[in-house]
């Protein structure tokens, strides 16, 4: 039986940032890292637009290299169990320290046909790969959902000279979670990429693996059917394991320490303290996970890390960029302001204070907008000023 120091598992953007943090705050002794991928670490923003279109070879995360980190592939860990893990290889590893970071999944809705084999999710490497190859031998497409994932994969299937129908169940695209006007944004953008959008649609069921059914047409058939309805937290290993879970995610301190002390989680698993939020806060950004990650690898070092960022993330949508930043859990207004130059900032406010900012073309009011979140400040005529 191998013995490490720290175990990480997962070889996302947070498994990757806790194993080099950890080395470069000091840690000590062997560190390994056990992935199901069976590709090596990799940026997986790519996967909904460059790397999805052919334009670039998969980037890898060559964060590790010089850390002496042992990255065991395409072996996922089935139990976490008192000071080590097991693999479905058979492998056991102990550790003194281990870091979750088993990320989420794709969420298939419960409906029928959702689950045929000829539809098309979009997570990891081979989700891209396999979504390529799929739109190679046909004409159009069906993307169900217009969350970021959805608008950017609807975008780079147009550009590969797909009809790309996008079923939005909100008048405008991430109108909930975004306001009416930024969705319109939204909206504009797909259609000028040739992208149409069925508004206030809902998905009833899949036929055949390539023909949808809504509640407002009541056919469309394609020759691939993507869905990008959401992710799920993978916490089967810490349910098994005992850990506190809230949520559907692990519950962690600022720390990203869990109810266990020898094991730690980070990343879209997490569900944790920021103490700048003054609550826990569930977070699904590669930027976060990374942040999240190195909070969690200094913990284990031994540090003091803390976790008090301001999660934010950035959306490429064809040739434009978004810049979003906010704690997440809703606003109560909604304050866009235009730009001569064709960018614009949307400032968002929750109990008369600034609770989130997104951008277009106005990287000063994101960082500005960012401390203002953090500090909680009181709302002004105008936020930036």
Sequence with gaps: MDAENLIVVGSGPAGVSAARAY???????????????????????????????GEAELSPLDSLDGHDVT????????????????TAGGAEHRFTTCVLATGAEPVRPGIPGAGHPDVRTLRSAADSRE???????????????AGFIGCEAAISL???????????????????????????????????????VLR????????????VR?????????????LATGVRPRIELAEAAGLAVEQGRIRTDEHLRTSRADVLAAGDVALAHNPAAGRALAVEHWGEGLAMGEVAGRTAAGEDATWDEVPGFWSVLGD??????AWGDGFDHARPFPRDDGGFTVWYERDGRVAGVLTHEA???????RELIRRGAAVTASPAS
Excluded at 42 to 51: A, H, T, V
């Design 363 to 369: 990287d000063d009011d994101y960082e500005r907008g």
């Design 200 to 211: 206030g649609t809902k998905l009833l069921s899949v036929e055949g693996g390539h023909r």
């Design 71 to 86: 990255v065991t592939l395409d072996d996922p860990v089935t139990e976490l169990g008192e000071g080590l893990v097991r």
């Design 320 to 325: 434009r960029v978004l810049k979003y930043a």
């Design 23 to 53: 080395r470069e705050a000091g840690g000590a002794g062997p560190v390994r890292l056990l992935t199901a991928d069976p590709d090596p670490p990799y940026e997986r923003p790519p996967l909904s637009k460059e790397f999805l279109r």
């Design 214 to 226: 809504t509640d407002l047409v009541p056919v469309l058939d394609a020759g691939l059917v993507v």
């Design 158 to 196: 147009s550009r590969l000279g797909l009809q790309v129908t996008v079923v939005c169940t909100g008048d405008v695209p991430q109108e909930r979670r975004l306001g009416h006007e930024a969705g319109g944004f939204l909206l504009r953008w797909l259609k000028s990429e040739g992208v149409s």
């Design 131 to 145: 979504l390529r190859a799929a739109a190679a031998g046909v004409r159009s497409a069906i993307v169900v959902g």
